[in-house]
């Protein structure tokens, strides 16, 4: 649900948000619960009893605590479906060994608390690392000009991609080319230097979903529309 939000849950409600995660194919496995354990801002929970959930490559090899990896389920697990509806092709795909690969991209840490990065589409390769578009995200939303900001890769000729933020300014605010090294300096020294926006681009109103989901795909085809009639 993202930082933010918690902490609007937290300071206008008086309550802790108890954040849960899972699947139509697999039910909520991953969640908090702030009676019997504590609240980690920007974790998704851990591992609901009774689920194995691990952060797996692309061998099905469960990774090391803090690296980026597919959030992935061990099966048999009782509120896992058994199979798309006459598609064997696509319920296999959905299956390295014992584990259902969620599609779902993020972290655990070592004292078991996951963190949710983005879909597969929405990972990011720039410059042989592998970035989620979340903690970027989370970091900006730090940053005191920001309202609203969605993270994409787009293609790039040396780094295969680069990051572009699009951002919604908060009220008043001033947009410049200070605002922008601002916003860029805010990333490196707050998260890691090779995590900044390369790109930034201003707007009045974000693509989201009526539960306020930021639509990432409709980012891409706003850039891809721009590129395009930049290179006509």
């Not at 918690?6 to 697999?26: D, I, R």
Request: charge should be negative.
């Amino acid at each position: 649900m993202g930082e933010e939000l918690a902490e609007w849950c937290k300071n206008s409600l008086g309550v802790k948000l108890n954040e849960q995660y899972g699947q139509t194919e697999c039910d909520l496995v991953i969640g908090f619960c702030s009676e019997v354990m504590k609240i980690v801002q920007g974790s998704i929970g851990k591992a609901v009893p009774g689920h194995v959930v691990e952060i797996i490559n692309e061998k099905g090899e469960v990774v090391k605590p803090g690296e980026l990896g597919e959030i992935a389920v061990k099966c048999p697990d009782p509120v896992m479906f058994l199979g798309y509806w006459k598609n064997q092709k696509a319920t296999k795909e959905r299956f390295t060994g014992d584990w259902m690969r969620t599609g779902d991209y993020g972290t655990k840490d070592e004292d078991g608390y996951f963190r949710f990065t983005g879909r597969e589409d929405d990972i990011i390769e720039s410059g042989g690392f592998r970035i989620g578009p979340g903690e970027i995200e989370d970091c900006l939303m730090k940053h005191e000009a920001m309202s609203l900001v969605g993270v994409i890769g787009v293609p790039d000729k040396i780094r295969g991609e680069i990051i572009k933020a699009f951002i919604v300014p908060k009220e008043g605010v001033k947009v410049d080319k200070a605002l922008e090294e601002s916003i860029k300096d805010h990333v490196k020294t707050k998260l890691e230097a090779h995590a900044y926006p390369r790109e930034i681009e201003f707007m009045q109103e974000m693509p989201r979903t009526k539960s306020g989901k930021i639509l990432r795909s409709e980012l891409r085809k706003l850039h891809m529309e721009k590129a395009g009639k930049e290179g006509e």
